[in-house]
Nanobody, 125 residues
Framework: QVQLVESGGASVQAGGSLRLSCAAS????????MAWFRQAPEKEREGVAR????????YYVDSVKGRFTISRDNAKNPLYLQMNSLKPEHNAMYYCAAVSGDCNSINRPYAYKYWGQGTQVTVSS
């Protein structure tokens, strides 16, 4: 199993940028598909992006394409989510998640077995 800890959430002005990080410990990090999800108040958890074990294939939900970038460094461990041109609609708790082996659809959060505790992103207009 793997333990996940997110960091990097903050309060920023609209148009600003943030980079979220997710540190993994425990099992072999490079054998896990990694993903970012978010959950705004009174809304369901939503998939944002995922990246395969090798860090070569990334998938994004349409609403963040061209604005967010997911990446991973299998040598140093962290998973990242670079978020640019932030808007108030991006306000949410952001979570990293992991599943062993091949990636599952980010439309199915329940398919990801391991979760961090979340990091809050607040964007003010």
């Amino acid at each position: 199993q793997v333990q996940l800890v997110e960091s990097g959430g903050a309060s920023v002005q609209a148009g600003g940028s943030l980079r979220l990080s997710c540190a993994a410990s425990g099992d072999t990090y490079s054998s896990y598909c990694m993903a970012w999800f978010r959950q705004a108040p009174e809304k369901e958890r939503e998939g944002v992006a995922r990246i395969d074990t090798g860090g070569r294939i990334a998938y994004y939900v349409d609403s963040v394409k061209g604005r967010f970038t997911i990446s991973r460094d299998n040598a140093k461990n962290p998973l990242y989510l670079q978020m640019n041109s932030l808007k108030p609609e991006h306000n949410a708790m952001y979570y990293c998640a992991a599943v062993s082996g091949d990636c599952n659809s980010i439309n199915r959060p329940y398919a990801y077995k391991y979760w961090g505790q979340g990091t809050q992103v607040t964007v003010s207009s």
